[in-house]
């Protein structure tokens, strides 16, 4: 009887402890679970698209789509535009969401946060946060326009890079980069606010 107790409570010492063990490994795999999802949520709050229509202005037909999408610290900027005459424009954000003049000219001037004069993209002797630069048209009158970097941003606190509360504006002329104060572009021929 004795050898039966021993034996019974050996078998129940060994039950309990590949019992924890068992535990301890789905709780070790459910962790593991539970961090991947997080990580997953993480990146999709860390990733923010919005998306506008642009409208006609100075008696223009230049309609399309711009999308802004945020992710890692930069912000992926694409348009598809319309309606353009063949050849070369320039496209900047504006200091104002604010399209309502049939001449584009309520987005006010370009967004210079950080007051520098006007140029191309990354000049040495400074650029506007809004000049973006040019891109061509083709024989339809269509183009897409890319454009990506880490001095924009969708709705932070950071007035310097914050796109939110600005427009975006197509020009029928080209960028000179040069002239002063936004590189005599002619007219404003769409826009859109970028309101979130």
């Known amino acids: 009887m004795k050898k039966i107790i021993q034996i019974s409570s050996i078998a129940l010492v060994a039950i309990t402890?590949?019992?924890?063990?068992?535990?301890?490994?789905?709780?070790?795999?459910?962790?593991?679970?539970?961090?991947?999802?997080?990580?997953?949520?993480?990146?999709?709050?860390?990733?923010?698209?919005?998306?506008?229509?642009?409208?006609?202005?100075?008696?223009?037909?230049?309609?399309?789509?711009?999308?802004?999408?945020?992710?890692?610290?930069?912000?992926?900027?694409?348009?598809?535009?319309?309606?353009?005459?063949?050849?070369?424009?320039?496209?900047?954000?504006?200091?104002?969401?604010?399209?309502?003049?049939?001449?584009?000219?309520?987005?006010?001037?370009?967004?210079?946060?950080?007051?520098?004069?006007?140029?191309?993209?990354?000049?040495?002797?400074g650029y506007h946060k809004g000049d973006i630069g040019n891109f061509v048209a083709d024989a339809d009158g269509n183009a897409t326009i890319e454009f990506s970097t880490d001095q924009w941003c969708i709705g932070c606190d950071d007035e310097n890079k914050n796109i939110v509360g600005k427009a975006v504006i197509v020009h029928q002329g080209v960028d000179d980069y040069t002239s002063q104060p936004s590189g005599a572009a002619g007219a404003r021929v769409s826009c859109t606010g970028i309101i979130q």
Do not use: R, Y
């Open 17 to 125: 402890v590949f019992s924890c063990k068992d535990l301890k490994k789905g709780a070790k795999d459910g962790m593991e679970e539970a961090e991947e999802t997080m990580e997953e949520v993480k990146e999709e709050i860390a990733m923010e698209s919005i998306s506008f229509m642009m409208e006609p202005k100075s008696d223009s037909n230049v309609t399309g789509e711009v999308t802004f999408t945020s992710e890692g610290g930069t912000v992926k900027m694409k348009a598809n535009l319309i309606g353009l005459s063949e050849g070369e424009h320039a496209i900047h954000i504006h200091q104002t969401a604010d399209c309502s003049a049939a001449d584009g000219t309520s987005t006010g001037g370009h967004w210079n946060p950080t007051n520098e004069p006007h140029g191309k993209w990354g000049a040495a002797e």
